[in-house]
């Protein structure tokens, strides 16, 4: 009987080609509520769930407002809505989906995303036939950094940490994915210098999709199949 393994993804900039999107429509509702924030600094917290990208960039404290937080956050999404109905996949996604689903990998998402945006990038992946299942920012208490999502994912998949990949495009998603114990590769996609990724834990790092996809037979998945 084949051995039972987990292919884990992070969606936005991984799967999905949006990081930017979500730098500009951040710095928008920033700017709306009067704060300052460099594109710069938000392109580095993006793939941090809301509540925590407020903290890393507006920093934590018992003088910020909790109303102005929903609102910031409210404004996001509606800010970032706009796109729903053309957020682009990265090139050969969906087949790289596909590819490890044929090798016998189950397909999980893992992913800060929920409801009609969650919806909105499953569409943009267009392999939903492959996907078992995902996990969103509804599913967890903590977002990556921590362990939580990828653990998750991890039950849903029914896998060891041993027995499972995590592919993602932040130093968060590399982050929880050595928290979580399973093998972290990136990929360049979503904007992050490779020498960050490496340095939060990756264990290979590729260009975007299609590159893994290329290399498939000397990636980290040959491996653990062999």
Same mark, same amino acid.
């Given at each position: 009987m084949a051995t039972k393994r987990a292919a884990i993804f992070d969606v936005d900039g991984t799967l999905v080609d949006t990081n930017h999107l979500h730098? @500009?429509?951040?710095? /928008?509702?920033? &700017?709306?509520? !009067? #704060? #300052?924030?460099?594109? &710069? /600094?938000? #392109?580095?917290? @993006? !793939? =941090?769930? !809301?509540g925590d990208l407020l903290d890393h960039l507006l920093g934590e404290g018992d003088d910020r407002d909790p109303d102005e937080d929903e609102q910031l956050v409210a404004a996001h999404h509606a800010l970032y809505a706009t796109y729903f109905e053309r957020l682009p996949a990265l090139e050969e996604a969906g087949d790289l989906l596909r590819a490890l689903a044929g090798r016998g990998w189950e397909i999980v998402l893992a992913t800060s995303a929920s409801g009609a945006e969650l919806s909105a =990038? &499953?569409?943009?992946? !267009?392999? +939903? /036939? @492959?996907? =078992?299942?995902?996990?969103?920012? +509804? +599913?967890v208490d903590d977002g990556k950094p921590a362990p939580d999502p990828v653990r998750r994912a991890r039950e849903l998949a029914g896998v060891p940490s041993e027995r499972a990949v995590f592919v993602g495009d932040t130093v968060w998603d590399m982050k929880a994915a050595v928290r979580d114990g399973v093998v972290p590769v990136a990929v360049l996609s979503g904007g992050i210098p490779r020498a960050d990724l490496e340095a939060a834990g990756a264990r290979a790092v590729y260009r975007d999709p299609a590159g893994l996809l290329r290399h498939m037979d000397t990636s980290v998945f040959a491996d653990q199949e062999s």
């Open positions: 730098v @500009v429509t951040w710095w /928008e509702a920033f &700017r709306q509520a !009067g #704060h #300052h924030v460099p594109m &710069r /600094e938000i #392109h580095r917290a @993006v !793939g =941090l769930s !809301g =990038l &499953r569409g943009a992946i !267009g392999a +939903d /036939e @492959v996907i =078992l299942g995902a996990t969103s920012a +509804d +599913d």
